[in-house]
């Protein structure tokens, strides 16, 4: 038998155990701060995590382990890891089922990882929860950066409705009306992107662009005709030649879609210039330029008209290579080399100048002053073009891309995975082949004098 003084003490120390359980939780909630405070964001998130895991009802409890997984959350993304981010947020979902942030930062963290259709899903769920600008803005740019230019376009206006506005934001909504055919809005709101940022050349550049296409286009019908909508001039050379030119995009598309992969946008915009001289007046195009790929396909009148199929469709497919690349790997920019090459070997056809360029070239002494090394070869081949001899710039970048496929026939693609992954395209093509940019051309150029049948040097 328990004595009555027993009795009195068990029965003080059920009443007491609350508080000295309460008292503990405190001091645990200090100590989370305290590492906050200190900038110890991995100690506080974890220590806030095994905190609420002894005491998931305690609101300042679920309070402290949240606010240390977002900034532990913010400083992975900040520092490059966002695959460890992800996992933090997802464990922080279930500290406030109702609170925004965990979505909001694994949407972050997804996006930096190029994972569009995830980050897309956690920043619609995180905009469910909030109708902060932050989110929704950030929602609107992994919308664009998918090519979903119409469904980014009511997101960028909600966050001009609540008064945030920067010329980014402008930016992105002109391109976005660009994209989708409105140039009058595209200019509206590019316009006054360009008046908080009068130095900006890239929305001055832009401007530019819309404007001349738009002096020469105004007039034009457009037409949706399977996955493309065609622009073209009134009339009826036009009418008849937009026929031919559907037909044979449906055949060029099939094509390099059967060699790559599908595209994921829902309308190609194809524009028929009535002229070469049109095309380039539009487009501000060197004259060696047959068709172009800027985020439209443009054709000039000539290049669809005078050239019989077998030699249009070749066009074609290299610009929808283009597209494709573009389309996949939104926001990234690829080297000439490996985007040039890859859309000359998808034409299709034998480029006997080429070989027969490079064969004169590659054993000359001076040879050095004719052929460009690879970093040259990074930029566009339009301004590439501008300084040094375009032709040679074509020939490097198809034999280039040859060799790659000479020694496996994914190193192509798996350069452009790394690239869409953030490498530089020196670093994508160590981790795809071994091989630095000087080694890469010293076993270029021996494989080269063998297939050419020339003397190793």
Known sequence: MYSRFHCICLLSVLIFLPSISFCSEEATVRDVEKLLDERKWQEAAEMGDELFRHHPQGAGVKKIA????????????????????????????????????????????????????????????????????VVTWSLANVIYMQGDFQGAIPHYQQVLSQGKENARLLLNLGTSFWRIGDNAQALQFLKQALSKEPENEVIRNKIQKIEREESVQGSYRTVEQGDFTISFERSEEQRELKDKVSRCLKSALADVERALWRHECDMIHVIIYPSGEAYKEAMDAPNWSAACWDGKLRIPLETARDADEDKFMPILRHELVHFLIRDKYKGRRFPGWLDEGLAQINEGRDKHWARNLLRKTINRRDAARFMYPLNHLEPSFGRVGRGGSVRMAYAQALWIVKYLNSRRWSYATDILYYIGEGETPEMALYKATGDDYAKFTKKWLVWMRTEFHLPQR
């Not at 949407?107 to 909030?130: Q, V, W």
């Open 66 to 133: 949240l606010i240390a997984a977002m900034n532990y959350s913010r400083h992975l993304i900040q520092t490059k890891r966002s695959e460890e981010a992800i996992g933090i947020c997802e464990r922080a979902e279930d500290y406030d089922i109702d609170n925004y942030r965990p979505h909001f930062y694994k949407g972050k963290a997804l996006a930096r990882l190029k994972r569009f259709d995830e980050a897309r899903s956690a920043l619609e769920r995180a905009a469910e929860l909030s109708d902060k600008p």
